[in-house]
């Protein structure tokens, strides 16, 4: 996934998982969001793409395959996460996820700034890897 590559961003287009404003707490010393924050709300959204999936199964994270910051998030923005291209193997699904955000002093205006990819894998029971469908 490269930054100059539109087609392969499903931004605003993708399936709507999260939405939130985040606060002060969320800060780093720099003033912006916390990358680690970004990281936890692009994991939940993935989760969310994997019950429409299948929600029969338990998920787990095994890899954020690529994420690229592309823009800072700032307090009160309103960030989107939305998922697209799921691609499901027989015991994994990747999805990417998009990371838009509405800057307070720009409403209806939406800034792509982050992007990721990411792989899950089903689990049984016993935490070993079952097939996604079935």
Do not use: W
């Amino acid at each position: 996934m490269t930054d100059s590559n539109p087609e392969e961003r499903c931004g605003s287009d993708g399936d709507l998982a999260l939405r939130t404003t985040l606060l002060p707490k969320d800060t780093n010393p720099a003033g912006t969001i916390f990358g680690g924050v970004i990281l936890s709300l692009i994991d939940q959204a993935g989760e969310v793409a994997m019950r429409k999936i299948n929600p029969h199964r338990r998920y787990v994270t095994i890899a954020m395959d690529s994420i690229k910051f592309i823009a800072p998030v700032f307090v009160g923005d309103l960030i989107s996460l939305y998922t697209c291209k799921p691609e499901v193997g027989r015991t994994s699904v990747s999805v990417q996820v998009d990371v838009l955000v509405e800057r307070r002093d720009r409403p209806g205006v939406e800034v792509i700034v982050t992007v990721a990819k990411v792989t899950y894998v089903a689990i049984g029971g016993d935490g070993k890897p079952i097939p996604v469908v079935g």
